[in-house]
């Protein structure tokens, strides 16, 4: 009995396929996901090594992204997690989210939609409703701060455009951007997103303040509503 259990150690494995050593000598991007939550969670259960227990998660929650979605107690309830694991799985995947939406000057520069999408992509791509940013910017195009406005169906009946520019107002932006995400993964933009867009525009010309752009989030992918001409015209 012992013997069968010892073949599921990852002290067992050959150093090179250890996953603590495989960062160690190749870097963290060369380690399959199972493997990184195998060095988060230290040890498996019977039966499973932690690189088993991080693919049992992962087909679990449907990936990454199912992890990230996951309510804490969901994920302590896994057999061989627990609250102590499941603790420093969440607190790595949201160090993750943090560090993506820092800028390394803390003050971007939005040039494109690509921009503008970047700074919201990690987040807003997990999201399971549709939420409206708003990212505020200064006379330079920088970020000023993003302002998470509305959760929940979007269309001009719902959204009060006043309350797109209130903190634009407050922070005295030059400009503004909005993003809303689309949880289906499909950034194509709807007919109501572009009716939106043409609002938002002609307040903000009444307000003196620049729309310079409306970006969809979809799984990955976005879509610029100025480069497609929707709402802008």
Known sequence: MQETRAQYRIRDLAPTDRPREKLIKYGAEKLEDEELIAILIRVGVQGENAVEVGRRLLGQFNGLRGLFEATFEDLSRQRGIGMVKAVQIKAAIELGRRLNSTPADMSPVIQSPADAAGIVMYEMSNLPQENLWILNLDTRNRLINVEKLYKGSLNTSMVRVGEVFKAAIQKNAAAILMVHNHPSGD??????????????????KLLDIDVLDHVVIGRGRFVSLKERGLGFN
Do not use: I, K
Not at 192 to 203: G, I, Q
């Open 187 to 204: 950034p194509a933009p709807s007919p109501e997103d572009a009716n939106l867009t043409r609002a938002v525009v002609s307040a903000g």
